[in-house]
């Protein structure tokens, strides 16, 4: 499936809206927004990958269109899958990418590899 520019579009919108500093690397197919250096929320051939944080998964996956991401039979902690019309809107999106934000603090940093 091709990346949905008009989706990394939106979302680079928000991102300038809010004035947050990030920056965009190619990951898992598609566009992933990078906010101090950690993975915030990316764009990917399911829908939107967002890093919402472990302890908000129950009440995330509560909202119609958001489920707990599941990448090679095994949850990944803290991250939802969010399909389409979860997103539909502008104010749809913006809700998850301040969701992302609100725990990025939280979350750690990746280890980086050595060369």
């Given at each position: 499936?091709?990346?949905?520019?008009?989706?990394?579009?939106?979302m680079t919108n928000v991102f300038e809206l809010h004035q947050v500093a990030?920056?965009?690397?190619?990951?898992?197919g598609g566009s992933c927004f990078m906010?101090?250096?950690?993975?915030?929320?990316?764009?990917i051939n399911?829908?939107?990958?967002a890093r919402v944080g472990p302890e908000k998964m129950e009440e995330i996956t509560k909202h119609p269109g958001a489920s707990q991401m599941i990448h090679g039979g095994r949850k990944m902690t803290g991250f939802a899958l969010l399909e389409a019309p979860a997103y539909e809107t502008d104010e749809?999106?913006?809700?998850w990418i301040l969701k992302c934000l609100e725990y990025n603090p939280l979350a750690k940093t990746s280890k980086k590899k050595k060369k």
């Open positions: 499936m091709p990346v949905d520019e008009l989706l990394i579009a939106r990030f920056t965009q690397k190619r990951m898992f906010v101090d250096d950690k993975m915030c929320i990316a764009s399911l829908g939107i990958l749809a999106l913006e809700f």
